[in-house]
Every structure is written in C-alpha cells, then in structure tokens.
C-alpha cells in the first residue's frame, strides 16, 4: 500500500516558478518509478515527468526544458521543480508510481494567471 501527500502549489504568474515536493510512504521506494501527473479542469490526468530507480528520467513534451523531477530515496520523497510556467500548466498535480497504484493522494492546486 502506499501513501502519498503532495505539497507546494500555489498561484503564480506566467513565466514564475514553483517547486512540489511529495512524501511517500511505501516499501522498497528505491525500486520504483516514481512520476509527477496532472490534471485540468475537464481533461484525463496525465503523467507529466517520471524518475526511475536509476535516476532516468523523462517528460510530456509541453514541459521538457521547463520541468525537472527528481528524487531522495533516503527521504522517501519526490520533487518537481517548474520554471517558465504557463496558464496550461494550471491543473492539480499529483505524484504516484509509474504506472500508477490505486490509491491518489489529494494532490496540489496549481494556478497560472496573471
């Protein structure tokens, strides 16, 4: 079973910067592939960024060279740093493992706007 809890969004505005940061409680973390997913108002949730056990990462074509994820296994923890953000990054963002287990956490609200 796993236990997720995001954290770090806000409201910002175009072309700023935010940093997530997601805690997880799970067995063996250092095993998974760990992701970064979203989801805007009336759109399917997507996954935005991954990193696996070995560190490799990779990103949704809308946000590669804006996004960078990355990992702590000794802190069981997640994090997404987002730079140049834009209006259509605004959704609720969420992280899970890759490919994702039943259970979500409640995410964090992120909002572009001027």
């Known amino acids: 079973q796993v236990r997720l809890v995001e954290s770090g969004g806000g409201l910002v505005q175009p072309g700023g910067s935010l940093g997530l940061s997601c805690a997880v409680s799970?067995?063996?973390?250092?095993?998974?592939?760990m992701g970064w997913y979203r989801q805007a108002p009336g759109k399917e949730r997507q996954l935005v960024a991954r990193?696996?056990?070995?560190?490799?990462?990779g990103y949704l074509d809308s946000v590669k060279g804006r996004f960078t994820i990355s990992r702590d296994n000794a802190k069981k923890a997640v994090y997404l740093r987002m730079n140049d953000l834009k209006p259509e990054d605004t959704a609720v963002y969420y992280c899970?493992?890759?490919?994702?287990?039943?259970?979500w956490g409640q995410g964090t609200q992120v909002i572009v706007s001027a």
């Open positions: 899970n493992v890759v490919p994702p287990l039943g259970a």
């Open positions: 799970t067995t063996s973390f250092e095993l998974h592939t």
């Open positions: 990193v696996g056990a070995h560190m490799y990462t």
